[in-house]
Nanobody
Framework: QVQLVESGGGLVQAGGSLRLSCAAS????????MGWFRQAPGKEREFVAA????????YYSDSVKGRFTISGDNAKNTVFLQMNSLKPEDTAVYYC????????????????????WGQGTQVTVSS
């Protein structure tokens, strides 16, 4: 059984940076894509960013575009989320996810395409 484990969350002041990491453990296989989602208190989980390994395509939500960068290592099933210029509205539990479905571009993935999820890591941005 594959497990995704996130790390790197914490408390940061507005304007600061954090780098989240997600690593897969267990049975070895490669996801076709990995992504980051977040859920703020009282809100539904929302898409943040995704990366596909074939062609190395990335896609971001409008709310984080230009501030966050997703990257990773396909061979290690590891994905990172570099978060810069953080805002209080970025406060949420951040989840990484893996998908075995293959699309040509990261923008084609929806939440339902991701079938492996981590336990989440809390990111809190103070004003």
């Amino acid at each position: 059984q594959v497990q995704l484990v996130e790390s790197g969350g914490g408390l940061v002041q507005a304007g600061g940076s954090l780098r989240l990491s997600c690593a897969a453990s267990g049975r070895a296989f490669s996801y076709s894509a990995m992504g980051w989602f977040r859920q703020a208190p009282g809100k539904e989980r929302e898409f943040v960013a995704a990366i596909t390994w074939r062609g190395v395509s990335t896609y971001y939500s409008d709310s984080v575009k230009g501030r966050f960068t997703i990257s990773g290592d396909n061979a290690k099933n590891t994905v990172f989320l570099q978060m810069n210029s953080l805002k209080p509205e970025d406060t949420a539990v951040y989840y990484c996810a893996g998908s075995k479905i293959t699309y040509g571009r990261a923008r084609y993935y929806s939440e339902s395409d991701f079938d492996s999820w981590g336990q989440g890591t809390q990111v809190t941005v103070s004003s």
